[in-house]
């Protein structure tokens, strides 16, 4: 049996394809999905920085598997959640 070869990743977080925004609990969201990854073994989220850094085991996942999953989480959010801003008035 071999030792794990551990690599780290930087990829940028999914955002919402149709204001092009990045919404910080998609992010956390993109951020946890990565965590079921077979392989992956840390996930540092920055939605600050729109970026999350992915320690992985590359015999059990590759950065394309990792690219894979955040997209399709960016598809999911896309298709699932809709971002919406309502104007409220009376309140003041």
């Given at each position: 049996?071999?030792?794990?070869?551990r690599e780290t990743a930087v990829?940028?977080?999914p955002k919402e394809r149709s204001t092009s925004l990045r919404c910080a609990a998609c992010a956390d969201r993109a951020?946890?999905?990565l965590c079921r990854?077979?392989?992956v073994v840390r996930v540092?989220?920055?939605s600050a920085?729109?970026?999350?850094?992915?320690?992985?085991?590359?015999?059990?996942?590759?950065?394309?598997?990792?690219?894979r999953r955040?997209?399709?989480s960016e598809l999911e959010f896309e298709q699932a959640i809709t971002?919406?801003?309502?104007r409220i008035s009376g309140l003041d």
């Open positions: 049996m071999s030792d794990a070869v990829f940028e977080l951020c946890e999905s990854v077979p392989g540092e989220c920055d920085h729109s970026q999350v850094r992915v320690e992985f085991d590359s015999q059990k996942a590759t950065a394309a598997d990792i690219e955040l997209s399709h971002h919406k801003a309502w």
